[in-house]
């Protein structure tokens, strides 16, 4: 019997002296939900997060939800069965995701949204870049190039919200040179999907309805890529801006070669461990990170971490995308 009571005793100190420590001290095992691997960007995002958690003493599991919105829901559901503690999101659907957020608050689990915003539910965090300032620098760096001409738009996919922010950053910035009579808008569609073959379509209908177009803002470096595939076959290569984001690097050789303009560099890195960070501290009953600001998702606001991009172009490879050691300067210039 006393030897049961010392026990007891000894358990009970060890509450005392040790609040909490099984929570802060726990190995956190986070389910990270990919909307898919069909760009290049993504494989290097779910790299860096991965080494990231592992560094914080956590574990990783990612799903691939192939584009898949109901896929990526009952990806989500089989984590939240198999226990894993939090959940790191990049949605194939803006509106469709905000079922993975109740499926995991109904077991106590938080979400953060990495990159694509979830819309219309009680999201826990929210981890991206600046999509506003990002389609301002595209509409900016073309504009200081091209002050007066004929601009076209092809945004990315409806069912992301970056698709929105990219369209007003870039608008902010055009739409005073629209009314000052200097840019003329001849074209502006969006995407059902950020890819390749999208903005070739997109790029054929707009060089046949205009050929004079003077300047073209693609949503990413996959559409960019399809609309420098139809000027290529229109004849009318280096003679046509074109402006890209993610910093790929296919199109990063286009740069080199005089035949894109400019991409957005992503600082993926620093995202991957901004939410790596967040995730396991999350986990752990931890308040994530200590400063941030807050984003509407339409149903509440959201705390949030936002990095910044920045502009790159042939002049600059060296001390952007190469210097932060995302691409190789000899496969840049290979």
Known sequence: ????????????LAGILFPGCDKKDQAVEVGFLVHAFDKERWKNDRDYFVENVRELGGTVKVMDAENDADKQLAQAKELLANGVDVLVVIPVDQFAAGAIVEAA??????????DRLIKN????????TDNVEIGALQATYLTTIKPVGK???IGGALNDNNSQLLYLGQRNVLQPLVERGDIEIV????????DEDEGYQHAKTLLKEHPDVDAIIAGNDELAMGVIRAIREAGKEDQILVAGMDADLRNLREIVAGHQTCTVY??????AATAADVAVKLARGENGERTYQTVSNGELLVPTVFHTGMIVNKENLALTVISEGYQREEEVYK
């Open 187 to 194: 074209y502006n569609e969006f995407t059902d999907a950020w």
């Open 105 to 114: 608050h109904a077991q106590g689990v938080k979400v953060i949204s990495y």
């Open 121 to 128: 539910c009680k999201l826990d965090f929210y981890v991206s």
């Open 266 to 271: 992503k600082p993926y890195e620093k995202l």
């Open 151 to 153: 601009y076209a738009l």
């Open 1 to 12: 019997m006393n030897y049961r009571i010392t026990i007891l005793i000894c358990i009970f």
